[in-house]
């Protein structure tokens, strides 16, 4: 019995070399994921530029995130019937052949084909390597684990904006759109190479008509929000997707409800502990729109600043996002009631930062804005070990796959449902004259007291709802 005690509580144990080399794997392919998604954003304009296509940068953008809003749900349920192993080194290769085709491809469509299919590549597997890190890991060791993906992003970001910017300015732009692959194919090799596919015995059932409706639901009201504030919400196409999508939602649950091996177990949500957490993670997402598109509007067109100085706001909370997540994870992970914790100190950071963001005036001091994007930093470093693993600690190991999954999912969404809300707070308050800074002022404003609010929302939901689950459980 002792020795059984003693056995660690791993759902996929494996010798310590392969255990370690499928953790550089997940790091490699979180890399790669945040690597393209910075690489994208820089190069967007002279890739569209070379092909003589400017007027599709918004579109351009759309693709690349309905791709992975699409397939994040879709990539956890197939790993879960297909095994873990396949559903990262398939969709890895698609996305690493895409991504080489899209280097030497110079004509718009073929590119934009391209951009969704590595979108939904990347949607496939970017949910699995948080998966595996629970799987393959003891509970106590998940939060420091999701802190090394939490560096991985963050690094492979910085990082490779930089050197993308760098690589074109020198005239590489082919080689700046190569480079993300480079730790995409080692996380394929190392977690081909050493992850055993489990996947469930007997025939699988996959849910197509639950895929076709989450397809319809997303792509209508995704291109609806995003388009809306651009042409008008009474504009007929946009009234059309947002009812087609509302529509669809309707019967993706009717049918979800009825399949065999649902796409999105409804069950899910009858765990009002999970449930809770999805939104906490929604919320604690929410601000970031504001913070990376906002703030940098309030010091240049409020304040004055300088591009240079508005281009460098984000770079102590880079710094601090490197380095805080591990450590902040192996605390987390000493005590199970660390986590709640953890999500309690995030939320009033991010508030309080938000606040001290919606005062800004023309004499705000730039500092203010280098102190309170800082503290979101250390902020994001306690919700990044905290509400992922405490999510999966709620979900039986035939839901691990999905549940991660739409943890991913929501998290992504939020993004999209904060900018069309922003989008529409900073236009009421700039419709009169959009150039004036007086204006522009309330506007930015406006966006952050939103922003301040929604996560004061998420901070009583984990003093008043999480904690008390958490501790009833002994935590």
């Known amino acids: 019995?002792?020795?059984?005690?003693?056995?660690?509580?791993?759902?996929?144990?494996?010798?310590?070399?392969?255990?370690?080399?499928?953790?550089?794997?997940?790091?490699?392919?979180?890399?790669?994921?945040?690597?393209?998604?910075?690489?994208?954003?820089?190069?967007?304009?002279?890739?569209?530029?070379?092909?003589?296509?400017?007027?599709?940068?918004?579109?351009?953008?759309?693709?690349?995130?309905?791709?992975?809003?699409?397939?994040?749900?879709?990539?956890?349920?197939?790993?879960?019937?297909?095994?873990?192993?396949?559903?990262?080194?398939?969709?890895?290769?698609?996305?690493?052949?895409?991504?080489?085709?899209?280097?030497?491809?110079?004509?718009?469509?073929?590119?934009?084909?391209?951009?969704?299919?590595?979108?939904?590549?990347?949607?496939?597997?970017?949910?699995?390597?948080?998966?595996?890190?629970?799987?393959?890991?003891?509970?106590?060791?998940?939060?420091?684990?999701?802190?090394?993906?939490?560096?991985?992003?963050?690094?492979?970001?910085?990082?490779?904006?930089?050197?993308?910017?760098?690589?074109?300015?020198?005239?590489?732009?082919?080689?700046?759109?190569?480079?993300?692959?480079?730790?995409?194919?080692?996380?394929?090799?190392?977690?081909?190479?050493?992850?055993?596919?489990?996947?469930?015995?007997g025939k699988v059932q996959i849910d197509v008509a639950g895929i076709v409706a989450l397809v319809v639901t997303l792509t209508c009201i995704m291109l609806a929000l995003n388009f809306g504030s651009a042409i008008g919400w009474a504009n007929p196409a946009i009234l059309a997707g947002l009812v087609v999508g509302i529509a669809a939602l309707f019967v993706l649950v009717k049918i979800e409800k009825g399949a065999p091996e649902p796409l999105i177990p409804l069950r899910l949500f009858k765990n009002s502990e999970y449930t809770v957490l999805l939104i906490v993670g929604f919320i604690c997402y929410f601000y970031m729109t504001a913070m990376n598109t906002y703030a940098s509007v309030g010091a240049l067109n409020v304040m004055g600043t300088t591009k240079t100085v508005a281009g460098s706001l984000q770079f102590p909370r880079t710094i601090l996002t490197m380095i805080l997540p591990t450590a902040i994870g192996a605390w987390v992970g000493k005590k199970s009631g660390n986590a709640w914790k953890a999500m309690a100190i995030a939320t009033p950071l991010v508030a309080g930062s938000m606040f001290a963001l919606g005062f800004t005036t023309a004499g705000t001091p730039v500092l203010v804005y280098f102190v309170a994007i800082t503290v979101t930093g250390v902020a994001e470093s306690f919700r990044a070990v905290s509400i992922t693993p405490s999510a999966q600690a709620t979900l039986p190991p035939a839901d691990m796959g999905v549940g991660t999954s739409l943890v991913n999912f929501v998290n992504s969404l939020a993004n999209t449902v904060a900018a069309t809300i922003f989008g529409v707070a900073y236009n009421l308050n700039t419709a009169a004259d959009p150039t004036d800074p007086a204006l522009i002022q309330n506007g930015v404003n406006a966006v952050f007291f939103i922003a301040a609010i929604v996560t004061l929302v998420g901070f009583a939901l984990v003093i008043f709802v999480i904690r008390p689950k958490m501790e009833a459980k002994g935590a």
């Open 1 to 201: 019995m002792a020795e059984q005690a003693q056995q660690p509580q791993v759902a996929v144990p494996l010798p310590p070399a392969k255990k370690r080399a499928v953790e550089i794997g997940c790091v490699c392919m979180m890399l790669s994921v945040a690597m393209y998604g910075l690489v994208f954003a820089t190069l967007t304009s002279p890739i569209l530029e070379s092909v003589d296509a400017m007027g599709y940068v918004s579109l351009f953008t759309i693709f690349a995130s309905l791709g992975v809003c699409i397939m994040t749900p879709i990539g956890g349920k197939l790993g879960d019937l297909v095994g873990r192993r396949n559903i990262v080194v398939i969709p890895g290769i698609v996305c690493l052949v895409c991504g080489i085709a899209f280097a030497f491809v110079r004509s718009l469509v073929p590119l934009m084909v391209l951009r969704l299919l590595i979108g939904f590549a990347q949607g496939a597997f970017t949910a699995a390597p948080y998966i595996i890190m629970g799987l393959i890991n003891e509970r106590k060791d998940v939060p420091k684990a999701m802190g090394l993906l939490a560096t991985a992003i963050t690094v492979g970001g910085f990082g490779g904006s930089i050197i993308a910017g760098a690589l074109t300015d020198a005239g590489h732009l082919t080689a700046a759109i190569l480079m993300p692959g480079i730790p995409l194919t080692a996380g394929i090799l190392l977690i081909g190479l050493n992850l055993p596919n489990m996947k469930r015995p």
